[in-house]
T-cell receptor, first 113, second 113 residues
Framework: DQQVKQNSPSLSVQEGRISILNCDYTNSMFDYFLWYKKYPAEGPTFLISISSIKDKNEDGRFTVFLNKSAKHLSLHIVPSQPGDSAVYFCAASATGNTGKLIFGQGTTLQVKP | KAGVTQTPRYLIKTRGQQVTLSCSPISGHRSVSWYQQTPGQGLQFLFEYFSETQRNKGNFPGRFSGRQFSNSRSEMNVSTLELGDSALYLC????????????FGPGTRLTVT
């Protein structure tokens, strides 16, 4: 049972445009969500996170939106740059299980120059 | 500040052998989690340690074990290796237990032949 789902395996975007990566979850106990970026042969790099008490969090070019009623979150990257090309993972955790991140399957983003 | 380090980076073992992987967290971080990444199952949580105690465990057989030392360094051990154990093993550290943001090391690529 996949509790965190990233339904788009890949996404291709033109440089300078917006990239929108989506993530859905099923477990209503999740109260903290994170996005990680991963390059080949490297570990995931933490990008941005959001608590369930918020519906938006921004950090530079990265914004995460959370829709609790739809159990959906999205990561917006504006403007997209070729260096953003990587695999993006959505992850979730719950109070009392904070050390246990549940990951989605990842979305491969390609930003074309 | 140095990131999470993992040794060795690559390892080839034969079925039936055992293996020990090592992780040094970011200086000052006291919680360490381990994950297994495979193409089929994605990133899956193995266990979490804080103050030398296992705080959380994923759904892996007892062949997978770990420990944490007083300096927060951690090791994981896999006994009686199976072909299916071939994976990237990732260690992540966080400041303390209950802290959601985890920072990953580069991983150890284990190949079982």
């Amino acid at each position: 049972d996949q509790q965190v789902k990233q339904n788009s395996p890949s996404l291709s975007v033109q440089e300078g445009r917006i990239s929108i990566l989506n993530c859905d979850y099923t477990n209503s106990m999740f109260d903290y969500f994170l996005w990680y970026k991963k390059y080949p042969a490297e570990g995931p790099t933490f990008l941005i996170s959001i608590s369930s008490i918020k519906d938006k969090n921004e950090d530079g070019r990265f914004t995460v939106f959370l829709n609790k009623s739809a159990k959906h979150l999205s990561l917006h990257i504006v403007p997209s740059q070729p260096g953003d090309s990587a695999v993006y993972f959505c992850a979730a955790s719950a109070t009392g299980n904070t050390g246990k991140l549940i990951f989605g399957q990842g979305t491969t983003l390609q930003v074309k120059p | 500040k140095a990131g999470v380090t993992q040794t060795p980076r690559y390892l080839i073992k034969t079925r039936g052998q055992q293996v020990t992987l090592s992780c040094s967290p970011i200086s000052g971080h006291r919680s360490v989690s381990w994950y297994q990444q495979t193409p089929g199952q994605g990133l899956q949580f193995l266990f979490e340690y804080f103050s030398e105690t296992q705080r959380n465990k994923g759904n892996f057989p007892g062949r997978f074990s770990g420990r944490q030392f007083s300096n927060s360094r951690s090791e994981m051990n896999v006994s009686t290796l199976e072909l299916g154990d071939s994976a990237l093993y990732l260690c992540a550290s966080s400041l303390r237990w209950g802290n959601y943001e985890q920072y990953f090391g580069p991983g150890t690529r284990l190949t079982v032949t």
